[in-house]
């Protein structure tokens, strides 16, 4: 009834908007797993603006809604910005900097994106969702697990404050800065990436991360 859009169809925002409207009203269908205690910005209220915005990204595409390419924008700069406050409040509240934990979440965030990719010969990138995810877990992985090693954020538990997170940010920017605007990239990721990869993955890799590169920092700071 609803055709996907595709190179030789034309789009279909109908089938987008129907999509968003059917989750508006499955979302706010009574909540059983709710509790009272809950707050603004909680695990439970992120996870689910993230489910929204998944949804949103597989409808734009299925449906080939170019019309609602501004603010699908804004859904992948927003969850780009969940990951880095999400992150940054873990590590911050339990300064886990162990290797299990960056395997654990790196396998989470890949468990169903990786084999997909395999099975289809899809490049792991075009989901880029899930790329993004992993490359802004592990910048922030990198920048608090650093300022923690040179002991330069306070130790967890009663007294944190800003001025804590300090250097986590300050260190956090730089990389960042270093990556995506001094070069850092041309220097260690394009060469990497294109050998390994090939220059199409690259290519796409470097237009996927360039846009988004400061929206977990950003997170990072509000958590902060």
């Known amino acids: 009834l609803l055709p996907a859009g595709t190179l030789t169809l034309s789009e279909n925002p109908d089938l987008w908007v129907g999509a968003m409207v059917l989750l508006l009203l499955v979302s706010y269908s009574p909540r059983l797993t709710r509790t009272s205690s809950e707050t603004f910005f909680s695990r439970h209220q992120c996870n689910e603006w993230k489910g929204w915005m998944q949804v949103a ?3 734009y595409h299925y449906a080939n809604a170019q019309g609602v390419y501004v603010p699908i924008r804004w859904f ?3 969850y780009v910005w969940l990951t880095g406050f999400g992150n940054a409040r873990y590590f ?3 300064a886990d900097f162990s290797g299990a934990r960056f395997l654990k979440m790196v396998w989470r965030i890949n468990c169903f994106a990786a084999p997909l990719s395999l099975a289809t010969g899809t490049h792991w990138i075009a989901y880029y969702v899930v790329a993004l995810h992993t490359v802004h ?3 922030c992985f990198a920048a608090f697990g650093l300022a923690s090693a040179c002991r330069r954020c306070l130790p967890c538990g009663a007294g944190r404050d800003l001025l ?3 250097p ?3 260190l956090y920017a730089a990389v960042a800065a270093a990556v995506w605007e001094f070069g850092g990239y041309d220097l260690a990721l394009r060469p990497a990436l294109s050998s390994a990869f090939g220059a199409p993955f690259e290519t796409y890799f470097w237009y ?3 846009m988004d590169y400061l929206s977990s920092f950003f997170g990072a700071v509000f958590a902060a």
């Open 57 to 59: 990204f597989v409808a």
């Open 76 to 78: 992948v700069s927003a």
């Open 92 to 94: 911050w509240k339990t």
């Open 137 to 139: 877990f592990a910048l």
């Open 164 to 166: 804590g997170a300090l």
């Open 168 to 170: 986590a940010l300050a």
């Open 208 to 210: 996927r991360t360039r």
